[in-house]
């Protein structure tokens, strides 16, 4: 006779929450119980009081008093996009976080402006198609889908498009003429898909509405995907696109009508707008470009045309703009071929050029004077890439009757959270200012604002020196975090050391592990780019080490499977920038960050190196960051060497260029754990430094918050941080 006798073992999900869940959740209720407010100060020339500006935030209006002061009481989030009126001065749209600005005010300063002069509004890469409508699809083909949960569905697509849009609408909805790049057919029913292309993609009529509510006017539709369904869907979109009011040009049934300037009135401006692909698609059949008789988008390689319809747009108009597709895709500076048709354009004279297609955003120039926007990158977009995640919006402010006509500029940080396009403050807005700016012109300045950067195409102001650390290091190999020592919107200007060090600048391309909300929309505390499905893995008030959260990984010894959280993206390596294409990339990386142990488990990363399409494996590993116990704050670190470009995967032949990434806490030998992390990031090193004499000087403001520093004697070095005014 045999007994079966069972053990008893505590179930997880039975035993409640942890000790330090319980004080997590009660930082919570009292961060809930507290004041949200912000108060404003405006000012205009010379710091004058600016009473009676208007002030909207989510639909309601406020007035500034006779001090030109305002407070706002009971916020639903803690980032808030305020747009900022007043006749004769301005327009300003800021994005902060309200709960820095309840005791201080925020400070504002409004330039004047003169009554000749109008704003206008550029947006990037805008569709509605594909992963809006279904999430598995790569492409589209003739069936219309109609996906349970999707964001787009026919039943409810105008409604979907209008929700969609309705974070960025402050930029859009008071400029005085408001632009995108179209890059979709518009179709109520497809039928002729291109038969040879690799990725097609239509939007429904209805979802336009997204673009209409927000008060876009023209849409440029000289791309490579207006001719994604042949000269029916052509016809079809140049329809929908005129019946939902939009002026457009780019593309048309022959040549002549792809290439015509449209001319728009803004006030008692006449814009003259030109858009045209260099995308052709000669590689195949039937081409996205129209010729003397067939339809498809303008060809910006025919110079011949191009010169005639800039000089047509330039002559016939008081501002003439050219909107240019082309460049290598995920490019984060203008390649060769792009670089070529700036300045050819520019040539021309016409007022403005802007270029689309590489879905990152890029910078500013002055091609023989004319200031050109080199890359929006995405404003409605679905790819899942994590370097299309960031995009700019552009506001230009003209005035014909003056010199220079363009008068100022100013960049949007526009980030896509899940594919809906949001206004983001902080760090995030800051990190995507620096980056422009380092690959911008160097006649160009961007000075970071408070969700915007003000971008000076003449008369640049100078960055001053903001303050100075010195740090001791002993002889070994480093890394120092840049971010320790300066608000983000400040950059490294000076290094000076003793000793000979070899010292390298890194950037971080992850960009959200400080685990912080930056974006506009009405949550709090969200964060969207890790997986934490769950209930033990959470952002956390009480784990942060700098900022306001960090993440928390909850275990007890009940539990004998680790907790794992991983990085939604693939993390790509960038390619090398600046340089006349994108086949060369940076190899050297490190993952560094903080963690804080309460009895916790080990601590340890899942690292798998991949190719940057297809996700090809090259290899995959676990590696250790900490053992298990309890500690302070400590960093951890492990270094990434892609693979030589000489080793190569699948049929295209294609090398290492991406980092898949998941941390994992191990369960406690007993009781209960607790791991916090915070201010992650995934290091790639990309500018060896040469200290002359002990003393290395940046060219400009730059986007690289890291150092690594490597010495065989103890050294110290001093770092000397800058910021604009």
Known sequence: MYLLSACSVEDPYETGPTQAQQQEQQKQQEQQTQPRGLSLALQGTNNAVLADVTVQLSGNQYRTDEQGQLTLTELDAGMVTLTLTKPGYERAV????????????????????SATSSELMFGGDTMFGRRYMDPSLTTMGNLVPDVEDAIIRPSNAASSAIALTQFVKPIMDSADFASVNLESPVLA??????PSKEFAFFSLPETLQGLTEIGVDYVALGNNHVFDYQQQGLEDTIQFVEEAGFSHSGAGNNATEAYAPRLVDVGNTTLGLVSATSITGDDHLITYIATADKGGAADLTDSTTLRTAVEQARDSSDYAIVQLHGGDEYSYAPTRYIDNRFEFVSRRAPDLMIAHHPHVAQGFALYNGVPTLLGLGNFVFEQNRHETLLGVAVSV????????????????????????????????????????AEFSGSEIAIVPGPGFGEV????????????TVTVTLP??????????????????????????????????????GDFEDWDNDNDTNEVTRWEHESDDITPCLTGAMRGLQGMCLSRTQFNNRPLRMPFKQTLR????????????????????????????????????IV??????EFSSEEVSLIGSGSYDWQTFRHDITLPDDSQTLGPELLPARAVKLAFKHAPPEAGEATLMLDQLALI?????LSLNNGLWQAEGMHGMDFLTLQTSSAVTVTLHFSAYN
């Open 94 to 113: 800021i994005t902060v976080d309200s709960r820095n600005y309840q005791e201080n005010p925020l400070a504002v300063q409004l330039k004047q402006v």
């Open 189 to 194: 029913t497809p039928t002729t898909v291109h």
């Open 397 to 436: 402010r003209i005035d014909p009757t003056l010199t220079p006509k363009t008068q100022s500029a100013r960049a949007y940080p526009v980030y896509l959270e899940d594919y809906q396009p949001k206004l983001v403050g902080g760090f995030l807005s800051d990190y995507l200012i620096r980056r422009l």
């Open 456 to 467: 000076y195409f003449q008369n640049a102001p100078s960055p001053q020196e903001l303050d």
């Open 475 to 512: 002889a070994g190999d480093h890394i120092i975090d840049l971010r320790e020592y300066a608000p983000s919107h400040a950059f490294i200007s000076k290094i000076s050391s003793t000793g000979a060090p070899q010292v390298t600048l890194g950037r971080d391309l992850m960009w959200f």
């Open 573 to 608: 390596t960038m390619p090398i920038t600046p340089a006349e294409s994108t086949l060369e990339a940076y190899h050297d990386m490190s993952l560094f960050g903080y963690a804080k142990g309460d009895n916790a488990g080990a601590v340890s990363a899942e690292l798998t």
């Open 611 to 616: 190719t940057a399409e297809d996700n090809l």
């Open 684 to 688: 790639s090193w990309q500018k060896p």
